[in-house]
């Protein structure tokens, strides 16, 4: 029986996060480890409320309140089972997961204090390192068929490892020279250190899961190969074809780059230091981009806007933009628009916006101002209106309100427009849809019996709780095809959409 109190006795409180002066010194965790006391205590904060609200927040339907019970009373080996019955890899949500759970805790109605359950969660995730080490779970006697899963992001994963688990012979195919999807090299380490991923590709390589990089899959083994060689393939290669900006004047300058060219090139210099090899951040072809000494204008409201910013700081940038097009959201949840327990539009500010630089919202590029050799030098920006007509997004600039910022390198994070288009899709004989992602009948498999997709790819660039839960369903899915015995958690179908009021 939870502390039916709790919430009363204690206010929500998270740890102190690493003073910024010293954090852009390095590439480590922002958030240092919670300490047991106050973890136990904002556990103790969940009511247990009868209706778990957090449940349908969560796609992973994790176990919040079970979860918080059990730190609450000290069963931390119980407290890792319970979070890993529903979530493989419960190290990275709990440290990059926006928490919608928490958007959907009845604590937070009415402007309240959620449970810090995402804080919660990294805290049972990493007790599990501690006590023992992520040890390989046992795996089911060989079933005789065989997956081949195309890339190695949280969706990939996670069906490998749900699909080796009930005895399937996997093989990981990724045409990175490493492991990991976005998280390996989108992802800066100052959110999540690479031995998080390291850690867990330990435990899926002893459960079975075989791993072969550096293998584009459509150009170095085509589809026919891989479909001879597997009984079913499952397509998880994500949504990574950047939205542009080509009816910009000035787009082709020199600086002007799309936001992951700068965040792989950044993320690959720490992994080089972190092996002991130095490398300077670079494009594929050579071209230095590194934010050192740089006016930096980063186009962009969301997640990779702002570990661009993270990364321009710890770059030793001279100085930061951040352009959003839309107005400063509110502060607190619009309860007429957003209403409890939907994700609501509010302003987020997330650990690299206390580190430095200036938030501009409402505004768009108007041109990127050449030097004169054809390197950019500015941003010429307009404060502008957005409206949705007839379900287009018209942008109208305010006449009078043009101004010019700085600029030596400018970032493109103006989002995704779904999958890349590559030699894969043909060869597969799958289509991108109107949203550049890959369509799944009900039990995931797409217009090529046998061949299932699952993650970005799917649902177009979303999160990584997503790509996690898509990945389980599309194991179940998969292990239901091959006639497995029994069958797997399948979190979500297909259709499932987050929590709306409309
Ligand atoms: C900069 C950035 C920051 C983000 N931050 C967050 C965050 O803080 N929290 C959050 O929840 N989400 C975040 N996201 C979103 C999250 O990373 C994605 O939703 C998630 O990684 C999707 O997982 P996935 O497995 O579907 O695809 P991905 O992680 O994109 O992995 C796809 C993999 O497929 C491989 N691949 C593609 N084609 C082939 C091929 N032909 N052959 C072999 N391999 C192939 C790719 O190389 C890649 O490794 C962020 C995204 C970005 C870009
Ligand atoms: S995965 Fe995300 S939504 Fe689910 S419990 Fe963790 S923080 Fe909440």
Not at 80 to 105: I, M, Q, W
Not at 231 to 257: K, M, S
Not at 279 to 284: D, G, N, Q, S, T
Not at 382 to 409: F, M, N, Q, Y
């Amino acid at each position: 029986m939870p502390d039916p109190n709790g919430f009363l006795r204690y206010n929500r409180r998270l740890p102190a996060r690493r003073p910024v002066p010293v954090r852009i010194t390095d590439w480590r965790e922002v958030y240092p480890a919670a300490g047991a006391e106050l973890i136990r205590e904002q556990a103790t904060r969940c009511m247990d409320c009868g209706i778990p609200f957090c449940h349908e927040g969560c796609p992973l339907g994790n176990r919040i309140p079970d979860w918080n019970d059990l730190v609450r009373t000290g069963n931390w080996d119980a407290a890792v089972d319970s979070l890993h019955a529903t979530n493989n890899f419960p190290e990275f949500t709990g440290r990059l997961c926006p928490a919608p759970c928490e958007a959907a805790c009845v604590l937070g109605i009415g402007g309240g204090q959620p449970v810090t359950i995402k804080q919660v969660e990294v805290e049972i995730a990493d007790a599990a390192v501690a006590r023992g080490g992520l040890r390989p779970r046992p795996v089911a006697a060989p079933t005789g068929r065989s997956v081949a899963v195309v890339g190695s992001g949280p969706a990939g994963l996670a069906a490998a490892q749900q699909l080796a688990r009930a005895g399937h012979a996997v093989t990981v195919y990724e045409r990175d020279d490493a492991l990991g999807g976005l998280l390996r090299y989108g992802i800066p380490d100052f959110k999540l250190e690479k031995r998080h991923i390291d850690r867990r590709l330990a435990q899926l390589a002893a459960e079975g899961v075989q791993f072969r990089t550096g293998v584009n899959v459509g150009v170095d083994v085509t589809a026919e190969e891989l479909r001879a060689r597997h009984d079913a393939v499952l397509l998880a290669c994500g949504a990574l074809q950047g939205r542009d900006t080509p009816e910009t004047p000035g787009r082709e300058l020199r600086g002007v780059h799309q936001a992951m060219s700068h965040l792989v090139a950044a993320n690959r210099v720490v992994a080089a230091a972190g092996e002991g090899r130095p490398a300077l951040a670079v494009l594929p072809d050579g071209t230095p981009i590194d934010a050192a000494g740089k006016h930096v204008v980063i186009i962009g409201g969301g997640d990779t806007a702002a570990d661009c910013l993270g990364v321009a700081h710890r770059q030793g940038a001279a100085g930061v933009h951040q352009l959003d097009l839309y107005p400063e959201p509110p502060e607190t949840r619009d309860a007429a628009r957003d209403p409890w327990p939907t994700w609501p539009w509010v302003l987020r500010n997330y650990p690299a916006h206390e580190e430095g630089g200036a938030r501009v919202f409402a505004v768009a590029v108007q041109e990127f101002v050449d030097d004169g050799t054809g390197q950019v030098k500015g941003v010429r920006i307009a404060e502008v209106t957005v409206e949705k007509r007839d379900g287009r997004r018209i942008v109208t600039p305010l006449p009078g309100s043009e101004r010019e910022l700085p600029a030596d390198l400018v970032l493109l994070a103006i989002g995704f427009e779904g999958t890349e288009v590559q030699p894969l899709l043909a060869q597969f004989g799958v289509a991108r849809n109107a949203r550049g992602a890959v369509d799944a009948r009900p039990d995931w498999q797409t217009d090529a019996d046998g061949v299932f997709v699952a993650g970005d790819m799917h649902r177009g660039a979303s999160l990584i709780v997503w790509a996690i839960a898509e990945g389980r369903a599309a194991a179940a899915a998969i292990h239901s095809y091959l006639d497995g015995v029994g069958t797997l958690p399948a979190p979500v179908d297909p259709a499932r959409q987050p929590l709306a009021a409309r």
